[in-house]
């Protein structure tokens, strides 16, 4: 299958194969191909990761040229492999405008086709900023007129593969909700991290899956507290993983779990906490698709069903999530 794509200075070829191109990769943060496509895209291609892009980079067994991005997005411990395996890393202030693949794109060190994986499937802002940046890209590497212009090859396997039927992941606060919760949905199967049925996957965090960065983390000379470094206030404030093996393995399972949904449902407790624990994790997955809203007071069968025959958008519940933020921001500084 293939589409051309036709925007302002030239044509984004969309496609499956790409055997027979002459490609470079540049692998973004959204959604991630399947290893198996990614093993046979690569075949010898050298690779440029964007942030999170790093992550199917390492799981795939390669070792990209190059990080690029402000490194809040990928997990700990594949920067800290990165860091460990010496790979060049030119890494940005969290409150930069450009998105990641923007910063991979300009600091590119070569003239080239590429292959681009992760470019969907995270917010739509970023993949509008991405796409046009192409063209972008586009006329800075190619100033002689008389050269051909670089061609992108923007796969589409990872929507092709998916399966049809859709799939609602609800996400609660903790297993034993998720227990409950499955029970009634008729969820029976348990796997690694969710319970999955009846077209449903129910998975759960530990509470709180992310935290606000660190001072340092937003300014190297923060690290240090001074009278002369007051105000400590950022100009925007970022989240993290916060560090423990069991969190971030937890994290990455409802992080493939959102980024194939067709519906999340936040089963996060009633109040602002529970909102913020909830929004702070999807937000951390890059979830994009629409969500629902659970909102009840009591795990008994009764309750739940009726919870979810009044489902609410989640939309509803934006000023809980920030006064919740707000609060946690004032506990920062």
């Known amino acids: 299958m293939e589409l051309n794509l036709t925007l302002p200075q030239g044509n984004f070829i969309l496609k499956n194969s790409a055997e027979k191109e002459d490609f470079v990769i540049a692998a973004a943060g959204g959604r991630k191909p399947e290893l198996s496509w990614f093993k046979k895209a690569v075949c010898g291609r050298k690779i440029y990761c964007a942030d999170r892009g790093i992550e199917i980079c390492f799981d795939a067994g390669f070792k990209p040229e190059m990080l690029c991005g402000d490194a809040d997005s990928a997990a700990p411990a594949y920067l800290q492999k990165a860091k460990d395996e010496k790979i060049k890393a030119l890494l940005f ?116 899956l992310c935290t606000l960065k660190e001072p340092h983390e937003y300014t190297p000379s923060w690290k240090a507290w001074s009278l002369s470094s007051l105000p400590m206030i950022p100009p925007r404030f970022g989240i993290k993983l916060i560090s423990d093996p069991g969190i971030e393995k937890q994290f990455r399972i409802i992080e493939g779990l959102m980024q194939n949904a067709d519906e999340i449902i936040n089963c996060g407790d009633a109040g602002q906490e529970g909102e913020l624990i909830q929004r702070w994790v999807m937000q951390k997955a890059g979830a994009h698709c629409p969500v629902k809203r659970l909102w009840i007071s009591s795990l008994t069968e009764e309750a739940i069903r009726e919870g979810f025959s009044k489902l609410k958008d989640q939309k509803e519940f934006q000023p809980l999530y920030e006064a919740g933020l707000s609060r946690a921001i004032g506990y920062w500084a």
Request: one cysteine or more; charged letters at 25%.
């Open 93 to 208: 202030n969290p409150a930069k405008d450009d998105t990641d693949l923007q910063l991979l794109l300009n600091n590119l060190p070569l003239k080239s086709n590429l292959l681009i994986t992760g470019i969907w499937g995270g917010r739509f802002d970023h993949l509008y900023s991405n796409v046009f940046s192409l063209c972008s890209y586009k006329r800075r590497t190619n100033k002689d007129k008389t050269k051909s212009l670089p061609r992108f090859l923007l796969p589409l396997q990872s929507y092709l593969n998916r399966n049809e039927k859709n799939m609602i992941v609800c996400i609660a606060e903790k297993p034993s909700v998720a227990r409950d919760i499955a029970d009634v949905l008729g969820a029976k199967t348990k796997k690694d991290g969710y319970i999955e049925g009846n077209g449903y996957q129910v998975t759960w965090t530990f509470g709180h």
